[in-house]
């Protein structure tokens, strides 16, 4: 053939491309959703990003950071797929070259994946060899006068595989899981949420957060599929009887329920990365415990289904925090860690937090660095004190009395109290909402007369140990939401 079309070859590269990763997930379907190349590749995209840019994505694009990468995959992907259709007009050897060296990136993304097995590696083998195959066939098919059924037949059967390694990846039945734990009852209740708590009505969330508006921040480009089943806990490491406990053990054990603000060190000065919830476990302590913590160790170190991993001061979770697997009543959703997360107040989730947890080593800080801590964030993430306005929003308009109500918080000491100050003035103490302990949030608010106009409002909370929060960004890094949450409306 002397030179396919431009069009006819860009369109060969673009279906080549399609169906091969079409391939590599229907694979991927049978050996671990996770070694889908396409995964795969934006897993460990995410794996080395450096922090400032991880950031940037969570700041500009708050929950649809994830969406956006894969977005932005399938444009650069889609882009190397016509480069290579036009590179091979009149040969096919140069978009072979090009699957290959993709298969061979896919490869290497999947084999450093720490939560799929030896046969991953099939997934993005059958994605190269697909890749090769259709491309050389629609190369040979655009010979012809009349290709065009040729390369309609390859594009469905490659949007068939692709549909179908979806189905397939996600057969395991997590909700039927769910359903079958029926309700979990703790046999330490929390204190009854009181009615006086929120300020819902002047402009604040309402105290409990509900499952499907709670915040989620994770690594997981793909939410882990896990039977309750199936699932097990190991505790290992410097201790003096490792064990392996299943849901039921688990959820045979006295169960506690504690009501729990969680929030991420993301959070930017005002942001919406902060939920309240009843979340039903077994204390991180007494599960250790049991397990006998040799002296010298000083390091939780937990590890997700999906491979991230955290390190929590071993003092502070041996008094603080749950092995939970409920949440607000029901068996905790699939995105927020079900069958098992840890739930520790006070401590930022990079350090504490981690989502369907597997393995929990009770090691040193000298031998073990959860995910984000080679990346130059800092061991040890105490919660700070912080504060946010709720009402009036930026820009906002308001006419009469001005009501000013907001969110405080400062696990695990508890807010004292919150002050707010209007153009530059004096600083004025606001109400305090009912104060339900020291590891949740507080609301506030107070009314004021305001002369029309624009206006400028600030806040700051003071914690129970007497702290103020800090105008000024602190080290070490991540320094969380610190500063005064500020926002500008009009009196009308």
Same mark, same amino acid.
């Given at each position: ?142 010979? @012809? ?22 189905? +397939? ?21 929390? #204190? ?6 929120? +300020? ?6 309402? +105290? ?33 009887? #490792?064990?392996?406990?299943?849901? @039921? ?95 520790? #107040? ?120 007497? +702290? ?25």
């Amino acid at each position: 053939m002397r030179g396919m079309k431009p069009a006819k070859a860009a369109l060969t590269g673009l279906i080549a491309l399609v169906a091969a990763l079409a391939a590599g997930h229907l694979v991927a379907a049978f050996v671990g959703l996770s070694a889908s190349p396409y995964l795969a590749v934006g897993n460990a995209a995410i794996d080395l990003t450096p922090s400032w840019l991880k950031d940037f994505a969570v700041t500009t694009f708050g929950t649809a950071d994830k969406l956006v990468l894969l977005s932005g995959m399938a444009l650069v992907l889609a882009g190397i797929g016509v480069g290579a259709g036009l590179a091979s007009r009149n040969s096919p050897a140069p978009g072979s070259l090009v699957a290959v060296l993709l298969g061979f990136v896919g490869v290497a993304a999947v084999v450093t994946r720490p939560d799929v097995g030896q046969l991953a590696v099939l997934a993005p083998v059958a994605s190269t060899a697909a890749g090769v195959y259709v491309f050389r066939y629609l190369h040979k098919e655009a010979e @012809e006068s009349d290709s065009r059924r040729g390369f309609l037949i390859t594009a469905g059967l490659a949007v068939f595989a692709g549909v179908a390694g979806q189905l +397939f990846g996600n057969r395991t039945d997590v909700e039927g899981s769910r359903q079958a734990i029926g309700d979990l009852t703790p046999k330490t209740k929390a #204190p009854e949420i009181p009615f006086n708590a929120d +300020f819902v009505k002047d402009g604040t969330p309402s +105290f409990i957060t509900s499952g499907k508006d709670f915040y989620r921040i994770d690594t997981a480009l793909s939410v882990p599929r896990i039977r309750a089943e199936e699932w097990a806990l190991r505790v290992h490491g410097m201790v003096e009887r #490792p064990m392996v406990l299943t849901f @039921e053990e688990i959820r045979g054990k006295d169960l506690v329920e504690e009501t729990v603000t969680l929030t991420c060190v993301s959070n930017e000065v005002g942001g919406p990365y902060i939920s309240t919830a009843n979340f039903i476990g077994v204390k991180i302590g007494d599960v250790l415990r049991e397990a006998g913590v040799k002296a010298g160790a000083d390091q939780l170190f937990s590890t997700s289904d999906d491979g991230f991993t955290a390190g929590s001061p071993l003092d502070y979770v041996l008094e603080n925090g749950l092995i939970a697997i409920g949440m607000n009543g029901e068996p905790l959703p699939a995105e927020h860690g079900f069958p098992a997360r840890l739930v520790v #107040p006070g401590l930022y989730g990079y350090v504490s937090a981690t989502k369907w947890v597997t393995d929990l080593n009770v090691t040193t800080f000298a031998k073990e660095q959860g995910y984000w801590i080679p990346r130059g964030w800092a061991t040890r993430a105490p919660i700070k004190t912080s504060s946010r306005i709720d009402r009036p929003k930026r820009m906002g308009k308001v006419q009469g009395k001005t009501v000013i109500a907001g969110t405080a918080w400062a696990q695990p000491r508890g807010v004292a109290k919150v002050e707010i100050r209007i153009d530059g003035g004096p600083w004025q103490e606001t109400e305090l909402a009912a104060d339900v302990s020291d590891s949740t949030w507080r609301m506030w608010k107070i009314e004021m007369d305001l002369s029309q106009g624009s206006h400028t409002v600030e806040c700051r909370a003071t914690d129970k140990s007497g +702290f103020t929060q800090d105008q000024a960004r602190l080290d070490p890094v991540p320094d969380g939401a610190t500063g005064w949450h500020s926002v500008t409306f009009t009196v009308e």
